[in-house]
């Protein structure tokens, strides 16, 4: 891909019309103004963003999206953005965390793979002006502590701050989806050490026993637990998620599918065109032509 990732190593700066704070954990971004040469990017981060005013549209892995004011946008990292356009009176409060940060600050519920999934298909909700107004105030929590001189307890400060925004978070979505909250179990934790597993995979293994072998069980094993947890087995919760890393490159439309191929760890392109009928009904030629026909209708 030849764009870059949006915020690699943050610091606080000012230029290119974004304004930034942050260090190499955690950003916090107030106006945006990113223009389509600079796109497509690649977001390196975990993503919560508010929309205080104005509205912006934009596309996420080739989807299209629109935010207004009061609206909450989250995303995963490795998302592509690309073809934003936003009007003048654009106003938002965006949070930026590396995934390493988020894992570090925050245990995952045992309903992360519902709330991922919501995540996924609806990225967006329309929050209630208490939970904006409470989203505001972290973010300036944040802001002043990114930017005060250092002390004993400024790290802990910060994290505790941030811990709180990814839990807000959690809470927003897992409501709007209606999801209840349950106990951990060994099953629990084993499978959501396996999503994180996952995640982080880029490009994603598409072997069970790469998971397994990692999380010191067997595949059988592994499996068992996944079926218990979501209903599907690891490998059709892999093969999901592989084949969304190859809609999001077909879509991207900045490699060839030959690179796609390499990029993706698969032996030969043709191995690639057998596992992409499979899973979408079509060779990646003519899904990318799909695409291309949709896009210009």
């Known amino acids: 891909m030849d ?40 977001i390196d981060m975990v993503v919560g963003l508010v929309c205080l005013n104005g509205n912006a549209t934009f596309y996420v892995n080739g989807n299209k999206l629109h935010i207004e004011a009061g609206d909450l946008f989250v995303c995963h990292p490795n998302a592509i953005l690309s073809d934003n356009e936003h009007s003048d009176d654009i106003d938002v409060r965006c949070f930026c965390m590396t995934r390493e940060y988020v894992k570090h600050l925050a245990m995952m519920p045992r309903n992360i793979w519902e709330i991922i999934l919501h995540i996924e298909k609806s990225p967006i909700m329309h929050l209630q002006q208490l ?82 072998d990692r999380l010191f069980v067997s595949p059988k094993y592994l499996s068992a637990v996944c079926k218990e947890v979501c209903g599907n087995t690891a490998s059709a919760i892999i093969g999901a998620y592989v084949t969304k890393e190859v809609e999001r490159l077909l879509k991207a439309n900045t490699m060839s599918i030959k690179e796609i191929a390499n990029e993706l760890n698969f032996s030969s392109i043709s191995f690639f065109g057998k596992y992409v009928r499979k899973r979408l009904g079509m060779s990646p030629k003519h899904y990318r032509e799909l695409l291309a026909r949709n896009a210009g209708k």
């Open 3 to 42: 764009g870059k990732i949006i915020i690699d190593n943050p610091t606080m700066l000012k230029q290119d019309g974004v304004i930034v704070y942050g260090d190499n954990r955690i950003a916090l971004i107030e106006k945006l103004n990113y223009e389509p040469d600079n796109l497509p990017v690649r």
């Open 131 to 212: 939970e904006i107004n409470t989203f505001t105030q972290y973010y300036n929590l944040l802001r002043t502590k990114l930017l005060s001189k250092p002390s004993t307890n400024r790290d802990a400060i910060i994290d505790s701050l941030a811990q709180a925004i990814i839990y807000e978070i959690q809470d927003a979505f897992a409501t709007v989806a209606k999801i209840e909250p349950v106990k951990y179990t060994s099953s629990n934790m084993l499978f959501s050490r396996f999503l994180e597993l996952l995640s982080e995979s880029a490009p994603k293994e598409r072997e069970v026993t790469y998971y397994a």
